[in-house]
């Protein structure tokens, strides 16, 4: 029987507490109703990393990135200002600019060379002379909202005249909530300074990477044998905000391979900001996680790592802490395959939750579930 997008929701029962709780079905997982209306909603509607501000500190400076599908790019006009604007131009839709980030004087179309400001305006038009009715000023790239928060642009998608009109508009600062803000006040990364980025591409849908970081550090001492050996298990804490989560693990400073050499200081703190950033910061280094859906069964997973030392000095020493995370990520890559094959089987609807271990993961599949809902209700 084909279940309808609405039954497919109503599978998951929010209410539940966690000692009573169950996963969200294997049918999220799977189904490409789901994905699309997760563009919708769960993308579309929320807050998402794009860029990183060091990379857009000089008028003309831009960035693109893509949100679900939607192509976008970011961009600091000639008066300073930082905005941002879906990367598709208005005369037959191409990608506008096509490198991943650089520095332009305008933003010249590829395909038939219309050219936009640096501000997003209609400039250049070439061989429109005797087209009527057309408005230049009409023509400009369309704007999305950006806003900034640490080291980060923001970027929100989601169209305000359309299905969520009836909604408040949640800015960034709200989406984020007075309590991570603040948390991240006082752990001042203005020191820490980006260092290199990698990216993994799984055959996994983006939930299963997301679950499998939310779950507790259940998974460490079984899969990651290297960093169970500098972690203290057994102290591992999870704390749930509105809509992120810390997992906090004290530190031990064992010798183990080369792992308690890149990963210093007494705690490890794993932040998750709903629904796909994470931010992992050791004493002087951070890294984030930006998982970025690309269809229901494939997931790209970007790696931007920091340190408070990038000189060429510390080169080697970053180097190798970068390297470690590339194992410890291999480790994670290979497991959320076996998931997502698991996830297709007839012998699996939904599982239970670890009490003690997986309180974030339940935080994660109800607010999903919220929007999701939303999405349908709308
Ligand atoms: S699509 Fe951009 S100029 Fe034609
Ligand atoms: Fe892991």
Not at 73 to 97: E, L
Not at 274 to 289: H, I, K, Q, R, S
Not at 295 to 317: K, P
């Amino acid at each position: 029987m084909n279940k309808s997008v609405v039954d497919l929701i109503r599978a998951y029962d929010a209410f539940n507490p966690l000692s009573r709780a169950s996963t969200i079905p294997s049918s999220w997982y799977t189904d490409a109703r789901i994905f699309d209306l997760e563009k919708q909603t769960v993308l579309g509607d929320s807050w998402q990393m794009a860029a990183r501000f060091d990379q857009l500190t000089k008028p003309g400076d831009y960035v693109t990135a893509e949100i679900g599908d939607e192509p976008i790019v970011i961009v600091r006009g000639n008066d300073n200002q930082m905005r941002g604007f879906f990367n598709v131009c208005r005369h037959h839709a191409a990608a506008v600019m096509t490198e991943y980030e650089g520095h332009a004087n305008q933003m010249r179309c590829p395909y038939h060379g219309w050219t936009y400001s640096l501000e997003g305006e209609l400039k250049g038009t070439p061989d429109f002379n005797d087209v009527c009715s057309f408005n230049r000023t009409e023509n400009g790239l369309i704007p999305i909202e950006i806003d900034f928060w640490e080291k980060w642009v923001f970027a929100r998608v989601g169209n305000d005249e359309g299905r969520n009109s009836h909604e408040t508009r949640v800015t960034l600062h709200e989406f984020l909530g007075v309590d991570l803000v603040e948390q991240f006040r006082k752990l001042d990364l203005a020191n820490l300074h980006w260092f290199e980025r990698r990216s993994y591409k799984l055959s996994c849908n983006w939930k299963v990477f997301v679950d499998n970081y939310l779950d507790g550090g259940y998974h460490v001492p079984h899969l990651h044998k290297g960093l169970d050996s500098v972690l203290d298990y057994s102290n591992y804490s999870i704390e749930n905000g509105e809509r992120f989560c810390l997992q906090a693990s004290p530190m031990f400073s064992r010798d183990h391979e080369d792992v308690s050499a890149s990963r210093k200081g007494s705690r490890a703190l794993y932040y998750w900001l709903y629904p796909n950033f994470m931010m992992n910061l050791y004493e002087g280094a951070l890294d984030t996680n930006l998982v970025r859906p690309i269809t229901i069964d494939r997931t790209e997973v970007i790696f931007d790592f920091y340190f408070t030392d990038v000189s060429e000095a510390a080169r080697e020493r970053n180097l190798a802490s970068v390297n470690v995370g590339d194992r410890i990520q291999q480790e994670d890559l290979d497991i959320c395959e076996s998931v997502q094959r698991g996830l297709n089987s007839r012998a699996y609807d939904a599982g239970r939750l670890s009490v003690r271990r997986e309180a974030g993961e339940h935080l994660f599949h109800r607010i999903l579930h919220s929007d999701l809902k939303a999405g349908v209700e709308d």
